[in-house]
C-alpha cells in the first residue's frame, strides 16, 4: 500500500544517540550558508544602507525607497487595515500581553544570615531588534510575539525589521506595518535575510539605526546562520528553522483532526516538517487517507504535498506511548500536540519541546495566533537546550548583595582565606581594611 506519509518502524527502540539520528530531519544546513552569509553580513558592516539597498534589489527584487519606513506609511497602514484583521490582531495582542505578563519573574530576597541579604532583579535590556519574515506567507502574529514580549519585559527602545515587498513599492507587507502600529512601533525598517539580522547586530549610522542588545525572530536558514554570526555582539535567540508539527496519537484520537494539523503546519513550506508518532496501526492508516484527501483539497496543495512528502515528514510506529515519549523527547519538536486517552500521564514523561499542546481543543495553529502563549519557537533539536521567546529573552538577573559589619565579619576569615589559597593577596586585605581600627 503506497502512503503519503513514509512510515518509520520503530517498534523496538535503538539506543538514543541512535534515535536521534533515525528521526526525520530537513536537509538544512546552516553550516553550508556561513561563507554565504558572513560576506553579507560583512557588507552591511563596512557598507551600510547601501548594502542594504542592494541585497534588497538582489533577494527580493525591488529597491526600497527608503529602508526606515517613513512612519507616515505605517499609520496609514493601520488605517487601511480591514476591521476583521484589526479586530484578530487586537484579540492575539491582549491574550499574548497575558501571558506573556506571567511570564516576568518575580523579585528574589535571601537572608543567608543576620545583615546578610543577596537580592535578585531582573533587568530589561535597553534595546532590541525585531526579525519579521516575508517569503511564502505574510507574519503579523509575529509582530505581535516579537513585541508583546519584548514589551512586557519592560524594553523601551524597538526595532522591526521585515523584507522590503516588490508588490508594496518596496515597504514591508502592510498588514506588517499595521500591528507594528497597533503596538506603537514607529522604527520600521525595510530589510530582509542576513543583511537585516546584521543591521541590527551592528547599527547603520546612515539611516539612524542604532544598534541593539538582542536580536529574536524566526527565518530562513540564512537568518539562522546571520545569528549564529552575530551572536559575540549580540544575544540571539535560537536559530529558527522550518517549522515542524510532531503529533502524539493513539487509537482514541480523531484521524482527520491529526491530519488537519498536519496538513497546517505543512503549508507554512515546502521543508516543513509533519511526523506523527503513534502505537496503532489502524489510527496511521486513517491519518493517511485523511492526510492525502485534505493536502489535496487545500490551496496550497503543492507546498504541501513537498512537504509531507519529504524526507522530513512520516508517521513512526511505536510499542506504546511510553516509547512514543521517548522518540518525542529524542527529536524536541518546535511544537508537540498529545491526542491520547490520558493526555496527562503522557504530558508527565514529556521533557523536551517547544510548546505542547493538550488535547483536541488545542491545536498548533492556536498557538500561532491566540492561545496567549508564544510561537516563536526552538526547531531542529534545539528545544533539548533552548526555550522558546518570551518575556524572560529580554531580561537579565543582576543580584544585588547587602552585609553589615557583622555579617561580614562572620564570614571574614573564609575570604581571606580562599583568597590566599587563590593567590589574590589583594582581596582579603579589602576585607581586612574594613576591620581596621577606626572602622
Known sequence: MEHVLRRLDLTSLPDDRTLRALLPR???DVDAALPAVAELVRDVRER??????????????????????????????????????????ETAIARVRVGSAAQVPPPSRVELAPGAVVELRW?????????????????????????VAAQAAGVASIAVASPAQAEHGGLPHPTILAACALLGVDEVYAMGGAGAIAALAHGVAGIGL??????????NVFVAAAKRLVSGVVRVDSEAG??????????????????????SQAEHDELASAVLVTDDAGLADRVDAAVERRAAETPAAERVRAALTGEQSAIVL???????????????????????????????????????FVGPHAPVSLGDYAAGSNHVLPTGGQARRVAGLGAATFLRPQQVVRYDRDALAEVRAAVTALAGAEGLPAHGEAIEARFEEGR
Open 123 to 147: 533587568q530589561p535590556v535597553d534595546r532590541v531588534g525585531l526579525y519579521v519574515p516575508g517569503g511564502k506567507a505574510v507574519y503579523p502574529s509575529s509582530v505581535v510575539m516579537n513585541v
Open 48 to 89: 551600510g544602507e547601501a548594502a542594504l539597498v542592494e541585497q534588497a534589489e538582489r533577494f527580493d527584487r525591488v529597491r526600497p525607497a527608503a529602508v526606515r519606513v517613513p512612519e507616515a506609511e505605517i499609520t496609514g497602514a493601520l488605517a487601511s487595515l480591514a476591521p476583521e484583521v484589526r479586530e484578530a490582531l
Open 318 to 356: 511505536v510499542a506504546d506511548l511510553a516509547a512514543a515519549a521517548r522518540v518525542s523527547d529524542a527529536y524536541a519538536p518546535e511544537h508537540l500536540e498529545l491526542l491520547t486517552a490520558d493526555d496527562d500521564a503522557l504530558l508527565a514523561r514529556i521533557h523536551h519541546a517547544g510548546a505542547i
Open 26 to 28: 530537513p536537509a538544512v
Open 210 to 219: 542604532d544598534a541593539v542588545d538582542v536580536v529574536t525572530g524566526p527565518g
Open 242 to 263: 522550518p517549522t515542524e508539527i510532531l503529533v502524539i496519537a493513539d487509537a482514541s484520537a480523531d484521524a482527520e483532526l491529526v491530519a488537519a494539523d498536519l496538513v
